[in-house]
């Protein structure tokens, strides 16, 4: 399973982004799919998760109540809307698969990374 993410770009704080992910095959959609982020200097993170069907979703504590991920099976892909971004929200962002937990299991899918910007 290839996995493209794209949609990410330079916003002022405050504004907002929406990334995708988008698979090569329909097999992705039997997978819990999350996003990743990695800050200049970071470790990679855990963002947010969704499982197969859509129904239950995850947030790391920094971005709940302004990020929301979703998916749409019919079209593989998994969105990760975000808004009231921050400064501190620059990152790359990675979409990865099957993930349990926060963490991706074995090597797992992974994205190509989109950059996210925001500044002050």
């Known amino acids: 399973v290839q996995l493209q993410a794209s949609g990410g770009g330079s916003v002022q704080a405050g504004g907002s982004l929406r990334l995708s992910c988008t698979a090569s095959e329909p097999t992705f959609s039997n997978f819990r799919v999350g996003w990743f982020r990695q800050a200049p200097e970071k470790e990679r993170e855990f963002v947010a998760a969704i499982s197969w069907s859509g129904g239950i979703t995850n947030y790391a504590d920094s971005v709940k109540g302004r990020f929301t991920i979703s998916r749409d099976n019919a079209k593989n892909t998994v969105y990760l809307q975000m808004n009231s971004l921050k400064p501190e929200d620059t990152a790359v962002y990675y979409c990865?698969?099957?993930?349990?937990?926060?963490?991706?299991?074995?090597?797992?899918?992974w994205g190509q990374g989109t950059l996210v910007t925001v500044s002050s």
């Open positions: 990865a698969a099957p993930v349990r937990g926060i963490v991706v299991s074995g090597a797992g899918y």
